[in-house]
């Protein structure tokens, strides 16, 4: 992708992004849209209460305008400077089958916001309702791309080679895109950790995207990047706002449209190491509970078991940030050997 896009839309992305904060903070403020306590997280956290929700927004605009920007631009210089971007193609069909998706995740998300800052229900929609939910809209995502015309189902597994699984491919990927976009989800939970998190690993698609010579990833990895910049201006410790569910929603939904969009959903695991840490926390301290009644951790998951061992937000965001580069450097090492 061309560099003069690539600049083009991390500055549209960071920018709306973070101006979005400016009207939006104090209107969230207005109609008493704000956080309020659960039964999870140390106590301490109740001081929190009130913050603003549905901060998702920042960079859900910030992404979908960097993203429609991106894409005018690169039609018209190009793709590597050759000829114009085709509206038609596979590329594109799964750049805005992404979109789509990612939104139709942060809608459930805000459904479940909804619930909790309007109707004072801090446990928000039912479990079952939510994964009903989520596995229409990866199914819908899967047959969208299926009727587009992108019906491989190979598969390339880092270190490994490619690998077709045939029929299984299709429960395989809704499996893969639901629990990518609740490991995002249970990321969040303090200041500043889920955006830069997700800060990372959007760098690290983006990167991926390069060097597999696709653009229309690229394009999409980056505004994700920007935006999520542009959010931090406002989530770092201590936040002005929280993203909550309409914000790690879409987030979850936008990672996986660039791993399936590159058809690399393998690379979620390397990019979204620290997603995959804290989910098997929580599921380890579930299973050890039922199964002994004895707990693994301090408290699930496993960015609150450090809290509660004495360090601050910070300290755990920047330590988590450091393992997110390091497993997407792993990432994009095992794109380079393919």
Wanted: net charge neutral.
């Amino acid at each position: 992708m061309s560099g003069i896009v690539t600049i083009l839309t991390a500055v549209v992305a960071f920018s709306v992004s973070a101006a979005t904060g400016l009207w939006l903070i104090p209107l969230l403020r207005r109609v008493h849209y704000g956080q309020i306590s659960k039964d999870i997280g140390p106590t301490w956290h109740k001081k929190k209460e009130g913050t603003p929700l549905m901060g998702g927004f920042l960079f859900i605009i910030g992404s979908l305008a960097a993203a429609v920007t991106g894409f005018c631009a690169l039609r018209i210089v190009g793709s590597g400077g050759g000829g114009l971007y085709p509206v038609g193609s596979i590329a594109a069909t799964r750049l805005f089958m992404g979109l789509l998706m990612s939104l139709a995740f942060g809608m459930i998300g805000f459904m479940d916001d909804y619930t909790k800052a309007v109707k004072k229900n801090s446990m928000g929609a039912s479990e079952r309702e939510r994964t009903v939910m989520e596995v229409l809209v990866a199914g819908a995502y899967l047959a969208g791309m299926y009727i587009a015309g992108d019906t491989s189902t190979i598969v390339p597994v880092p270190f490994i080679g490619q690998v077709d699984m045939g029929l299984f491919y299709y429960p395989f990927a809704i499996l893969v895109i639901y629990g990518a976009v609740n490991a995002v989800n249970i990321t969040d939970g303090i200041d500043g950790l889920c955006g830069s998190i997700t800060f990372v690993a959007a760098i690290g698609f983006m990167l991926s995207a390069a060097l597999l010579a696709a653009p229309e990833m690229e394009l999409l990895a980056t505004a994700l990047a920007g935006a999520c910049l542009g959010f931090l201006v406002w989530n770092f410790h201590p936040a002005k706002i929280f993203m909550g569910d309409t914000g790690s929603l879409f987030l979850g939904g936008m990672l996986v449209a660039v791993a399936f969009g590159l058809s690399q959903p393998f690379l979620l695991l390397f990019m979204g190491i620290v997603y995959v840490l804290e989910t098997l926390s929580d599921i380890l301290q579930i299973g050890s509970y039922k199964l002994t009644h004895k707990r693994i951790f301090k408290m699930a998951p496993i960015h609150h078991h450090f809290e509660m061992c004495g360090w601050s937000e910070m300290k755990i965001v920047l330590v988590f940030s450091a393992v997110a580069v390091a497993g997407s450097a792993i990432g994009v090492l095992s794109v380079m050997n393919q």
